[in-house]
């Protein structure tokens, strides 16, 4: 605000003109009407009843200029320092009219003291030059108070916004700091659970391999044993074989024998029978078929005696070749089971693992999360105070020289209460618009 647009206004002297023009002025003027006649054909517009409406209407661009400038306006008409100054306009016509009253009242009355009367209006007249030029110096003084206390209050004010500046870009990088190392801190962990992870997956992949090679291990013994037995069995049965050809050989040659002997028995009965007929004695007869009839007798036992023991040897080797087999079976379903559940156990720990490396990666992206949220919703906060700061700013800047602060307010307390206490209608004279 400046100090010289509040000083004590006086109204404009009226200016008088010259009705007469040279030549070269009055083409001048006519010139002048002409652009200001083709000014108004371009600005106005028909109203309905066919008259020409020359109100300036703004076009969209210039619609904020005007309502800014319509806004200062009437900031300017409705302020107080209007008041004052047409306070002040109505006390100095007030003061003038009274005056002039006097000195004309004076003139009337005593004309014959005129150098008295000059002396004691040259003296009013020098009193309030000179109280005029003391309440000027006053008004100057006061606005050069509200001046130094103005540029104060903006230099505290800017100090204050430089202090938060600072404050808030501290707050800003020691939070970005403790971010940054709360994330080193969580990829160090991770980084550490991950290797723990791995490794204990490497020992139960180990320890799987050397259970697998027991298991392969056992299954060669197992496999050796079945063979050596095999081989036993095939021995046995190379041997039993052997033993049933010596057998089968001695039956065929004491079949052979028996025939041989009954062919003799045959032989030595047809001789009998020649030799009974031929009167022979009866009893040697009977004693020799007796002994060939014990004989073929105990041959036929001995022979059924040997096809029970090949009966009995095929079924035990029928049966030996089952349980085998069956063992062989067992061992494979039993390895086999017991693969199937070392994979299930396998499968279900690194399904566990996985739910837990997920579950630690969901909170840990969930917390980021949570901290950016925050991150942003405080520098949305920062931005809206700035903002509004940034509003207070422009409005104060909009106002602060036209509306009073409230130093001016206090100290023209009384002249606000006069003021209200008799001007009307305030009018603006030295308050400037634009």
Request: charged fraction near 35%.
């Given at each position: 605000?400046?100090?010289?647009?509040?000083?004590?206004?006086?109204?404009?002297?009226?200016?008088?003109?010259?009705?007469?023009?040279?030549?070269?002025?009055?083409?001048?003027?006519?010139?002048?009407?002409?652009?200001?006649?083709?000014?108004?054909?371009?600005?106005?517009?028909?109203?309905?009843?066919?008259?020409?409406?020359?109100?300036?209407?703004?076009?969209?661009?210039?619609?904020?200029v005007c309502a800014e400038a319509g806004e200062r306006r009437g900031n300017v008409y409705n302020s107080e320092w209007a008041l004052l100054d047409t306070l002040e306009v109505?006390?100095?016509?007030?003061?003038?009219?009274?005056?002039?009253?006097?000195?004309?009242?004076?003139?009337?009355?005593?004309?014959?003291?005129?150098?008295?009367?000059?002396?004691?209006?040259?003296?009013?007249?020098?009193?309030?030059?000179?109280?005029?030029?003391?309440?000027?110096?006053?008004?100057?003084?006061?606005?050069?108070?509200?001046?130094?206390?103005?540029?104060?209050?903006?230099?505290?004010?800017?100090?204050?916004?430089?202090?938060?500046?600072?404050?808030?870009?501290?707050?800003?990088?020691?939070?970005?700091?403790?971010?940054?190392?709360?994330?080193?801190?969580?990829?160090?962990?991770?980084?550490?659970?991950?290797?723990?992870?791995?490794?204990?997956?490497?020992?139960?992949?180990?320890?799987?391999?050397?259970?697998?090679?027991?298991?392969?291990?056992?299954?060669?013994?197992?496999?050796?044993?079945?063979?050596?037995?095999?081989?036993?069995?095939?021995?046995?049965?190379?041997?039993?074989?052997?033993?049933?050809?010596?057998?089968?050989?001695?039956?065929?040659?004491?079949?052979?024998?028996?025939?041989?002997?009954?062919?003799?028995?045959?032989?030595?009965?047809?001789?009998?029978?020649?030799?009974?007929?031929?009167?022979?004695?009866?009893?040697?007869?009977?004693?020799?078929?007796?002994?060939?009839?014990?004989?073929?007798?105990?041959?036929?036992?001995?022979?059924?005696?040997?096809?029970?023991?090949?009966?009995?040897?095929?079924?035990?080797?029928?049966?030996?070749?089952?349980?085998?087999?069956?063992?062989?079976?067992?061992?494979?379903e039993e390895i086999k089971r017991q693969k199937a559940a070392r994979l299930a156990a396998e499968a279900e720990q690194a399904a566990r693992e996985r739910a837990l490396a997920?579950?630690?990666?969901?909170?840990?992206?969930?917390?980021?999360?949570?901290?950016?949220?925050?991150?942003?919703?405080?520098?949305?906060?920062?931005?809206?105070?700035?903002?509004?700061?940034?509003?207070?700013?422009?409005?104060?800047?909009?106002?602060?020289?036209?509306?009073?602060?409230?130093?001016?307010?206090?100290?023209?307390?009384?002249?606000?209460?006069?003021?209200?206490?008799?001007?009307?209608?305030?009018?603006?004279?030295?308050?400037?618009?634009?």
């Amino acid at each position: 605000m400046r100090a010289e647009n509040w000083g004590p206004s006086v109204l404009p002297e009226k200016k008088e003109y010259s009705t007469r023009q040279s030549s070269g002025a009055m083409r001048e003027t006519t010139r002048q009407q002409r652009a200001a006649m083709a000014a108004l054909a371009r600005t106005s517009q028909l109203a309905s009843n066919g008259e020409v409406r020359t109100v300036f209407i703004p076009t969209r661009e210039q619609m904020p200029v005007c309502a800014e400038a319509g806004e200062r306006r009437g900031n300017v008409y409705n302020s107080e320092w209007a008041l004052l100054d047409t306070l002040e306009v109505n006390l100095f016509m007030s003061e003038k009219d009274k005056r002039t009253k006097a000195a004309r009242e004076a003139a009337a009355a005593q004309r014959a003291a005129l150098d008295e009367q000059a002396v004691t209006v040259q003296q009013a007249k020098h009193a309030a030059l000179a109280a005029k030029a003391a309440e000027l110096a006053e008004a100057n003084a006061l606005a050069e108070l509200a001046k130094a206390d103005e540029k104060r209050k903006m230099a505290e004010q800017r100090e204050a916004n430089m202090r938060i500046k600072q404050e808030r870009e501290a707050m800003l990088a020691d939070a970005r700091s403790r971010r940054e190392a709360d994330l080193a801190f969580r990829r160090e962990e991770a980084a550490k659970l991950v290797a723990a992870a791995q490794a204990g997956l490497e020992a139960d992949r180990r320890a799987a391999e050397a259970k697998m090679a027991a298991l392969r291990d056992e299954a060669a013994r197992t496999l050796a044993d079945n063979a050596e037995r095999l081989a036993a069995r095939k021995a046995a049965e190379a041997q039993q074989k052997l033993d049933d050809f010596e057998t089968s050989k001695r039956m065929i040659e004491a079949r052979e024998a028996a025939e041989r002997a009954r062919d003799g028995q045959a032989a030595a009965f047809a001789a009998m029978v020649a030799a009974r007929a031929r009167g022979a004695g009866q009893k040697a007869y009977d004693d020799k078929l007796a002994r060939l009839e014990r004989e073929d007798r105990l041959v036929q036992e001995a022979l059924r005696e040997t096809e029970r023991k090949e009966a009995a040897r095929a079924a035990w080797e029928a049966q030996r070749k089952v349980q085998l087999r069956t063992d062989l079976v067992a061992g494979n379903e039993e390895i086999k089971r017991q693969k199937a559940a070392r994979l299930a156990a396998e499968a279900e720990q690194a399904a566990r693992e996985r739910a837990l490396a997920e579950a630690r990666s969901a909170a840990e992206k969930a917390e980021a999360e949570r901290a950016l949220a925050a991150a942003k919703d405080k520098v949305a906060a920062i931005k809206r105070v700035q903002a509004a700061q940034a509003d207070e700013a422009r409005i104060r800047v909009r106002t602060d020289d036209v509306f009073m602060t409230d130093t001016e307010r206090r100290l023209n307390k009384a002249l606000l209460e006069q003021a209200v206490a008799t001007v009307v209608a305030p009018k603006q004279y030295s308050v400037r618009l634009y």
